[in-house]
């Protein structure tokens, strides 16, 4: 028989190893330290790729239901120069193999999957401890305890489960975004809906680009990048809306109206979100009873695979274990193994920003000659 499974973290990866746990008869627990599933708002767009995320909800067997979410046309992507020019546009012709869906919307079937009561909703973790024979305890705010035959960490970039792995901590990028979101874009903000289009948008130069994605309806979702140091955004008062949302549209003095809408008309405050990553090719030595998926493991810069690798993580997880029941070692190193090269070779141009894509300081160019490659590859 498998050991009693306890997971930290109710993200897209945890829910998905507890389902195929589930679809494989083996029980499992979820702790998460929001106090419910509306806690807070769960993120945007993600694209679904055909090549992982979609093989882990098969694995899951929620094909059917994650069919029902995609919103069809919102793979066409566009690239503008700043001064507003399209210089290139991909129409979704419904063929593409990465459909996009919202995070939330994707978080809740898998919820809806698991037995009642799997989630433990409202328990932080305040420490893990080893017990020996590859047993560990889990400590909560509260200072409830629970013990296991097997934990694992999914609970994302500050890992409370992996110090008792790796002693690597995440380290701040050279880059953050600022969120906006304009709502009722089409009748109210029709400038910036026209510029995005009927999917994504992105506007790169080196150090400085707005993306926006078109979600639900016509609500667009902007991030806003910039190159800069933690302590330059540290100077900036987050507190004060306007005041932050006219010092971030300063950096983009000269850009088409229809792109600085995208900051300064926003219909929320502007969110800053730092962007850290583990080192590449983060791995750790075979500790027993305890391991790692998702961001917990291999932390990366944006770049289109974070939520689809986190899905696969779970899901060939969960089936290591459903093939090693009565070996949790044998699963996990299996696991572990398949798990190194696979996130170590996350493709790295695609996603809510174009990092690392400069040719010539023409970013714009060297984004589309990325995608156009990418498009091409088998």
């Not at 609970?155 to 979101?181: F, N, Q």
């Not at 029709?190 to 309806?217: C, D, Q």
Request: net charge negative; hydrophobic share 40%; proline share 6%.
């Amino acid at each position: 028989m498998p050991p009693d499974v306890t997971i930290i973290g109710a993200g897209l990866g945890g829910l998905t190893l507890a389902r195929v746990l589930h679809v494989h008869g083996i029980p499992a627990t979820v702790y998460e330290a929001e106090p419910s599933p509306a806690a807070r708002s769960q993120g945007g767009m993600l694209d679904i790729h055909d090549y992982n995320g979609q093989l882990a909800l098969e694995t899951a067997d929620l094909m059917d239901e994650f069919r029902d979410l995609i919103l069809a046309g919102r793979q066409a992507m566009r690239v503008l120069d700043p001064d507003g020019t399209v210089l290139f546009d991909k129409v979704d012709d419904g063929m593409g193999g990465r459909p996009e869906v919202l995070r939330g919307e994707l978080r809740q079937i898998l919820l809806d999957s698991l037995p009642a009561g799997t989630v433990r909703w409202g328990r932080k973790v305040s420490g893990v401890r080893s017990l020996g024979e590859g047993r560990h305890e889990v400590t909560f705010a509260d200072g409830s305890t629970v013990a296991t035959g097997l934990l694992v960490g999914a609970d994302g970039a500050w890992s409370r489960v992996r110090p008792l792995l790796s002693t690597a901590t995440p380290e701040y990028v050279g880059k953050s975004v600022v969120e906006t979101y304009l709502f009722d874009a089409d009748t109210r903000h029709p400038a910036a809906a026209k510029a995005v289009g009927g999917g994504s948008m992105i506007a790169p130069t080196p150090g400085r680009e707005i993306f926006a994605h078109r979600e639900r309806g016509d609500t667009l979702h902007a991030y806003v990048g910039l190159s800069e140091p933690q302590d330059w955004f540290a100077a900036i008062d987050f507190a004060d809306a306007a005041a932050a949302t006219a010092r971030i549209a300063r950096e983009f003095d000269g850009w088409a109206p229809e792109l600085t809408a995208l900051i300064t008309d926003g219909d929320i405050a502007p969110v800053l979100r730092p962007l850290y990553a583990l080192p590449a090719g983060h791995r750790w030595d075979r500790v027993p009873g305890v391991t790692l998926l998702g961001d917990a493991a291999h932390l990366s810069a944006p770049n289109g695979e974070g939520a689809n690798l986190a899905m696969l993580d779970g899901a060939e997880l969960g089936k290591a274990l459903a093939v090693h029941p009565d070996d949790v070692e044998a699963a996990l190193t299996a696991y572990e193994q398949a798990l190194f090269p696979r996130s170590a070779e996350a493709v790295t141009f695609e996603g809510v920003e174009a990092h690392g894509v400069d040719s010539d300081n023409d970013t714009a160019h060297g984004l589309i000659s990325a995608f156009t490659r990418h498009e091409q590859s088998p």
